[in-house]
């Protein structure tokens, strides 16, 4: 008994949240929905920042009361600065502080490349990579004043490395994010501050449903060893391990990889 009670407690010590405060902005989506569960499970109060759903928004939160948390919502738009920055104001002025933010939010389109408009790219560009940049200014302007370092997780996608038809906007979006995430990790590593990405393979998700056809599911699978989707709670164990300052203190401007094998696959 006493060995196991060593093991929980060292577990604990490495990957327990407690008393951290988490921003996850899309955090009512369905990735974004298992990512704030996770780290309220895993002891943190979980502010869900949402743009337009507050209904999805408002389940998300009850989910997360049910389990034991805490959670706040609040509605921005993440191509505005200062709707975000009306948000971690919010944030701060319930909880007093900013430990870990989460960019989750996603869009995604099958337009043809050639008819993309440039209303479009503005779009995905704008919500996939300008509002994750400026979110993430946001919380590492508070996490310096802080002075107690904190973790910033982006939420990539496995194509943002292998051109996929149809989705070149969003792969573009997500390979920026990939790039921006190495240079704010070697911005901000000085001030203790760990940023990281997480690079999933395919997800079903609000964004690419549509695009997740029966011929799209068989190339998929058949360029994936596990040969099948990924379970958006299968997100969790990358989360919180990038998120614990104990677990992954040494681990920044690394893009980890959460795809069943879809990125290693050759022939």
Known sequence: MDSILKKVNYLNYLFALDNKVAIVIGGSGVLGGEISLALAKAGAKCAVIYSGNREGAEKQAGRIDSSGGEAMIWQADVRNEDSLKAAMNQVIQKWGKIDILVNAPGVNSDTDVMDISEQEWNHILDINLKGAFFASRLAAERMIEQGNGGSIINISSASSKIPLSKV????????????????????????????????????????????????RRKAIFGHTPMNRYGESDELAGAVIWLASERASSFVTGAIITVDGGFTAMTI
């Open 168 to 215: 070149m906007a969003y792969s573009i979006s997500k390979a920026g994010m990939n790039n921006m995430t190495r240079f704010l990790a070697r911005e901000w590593a000085p001030h203790n501050i760990r940023v990281n990405a997480i690079m999933p393979g395919f997800f079903p998700a609000e964004q690419n449903r549509e695009i997740l056809t029966e011929e």
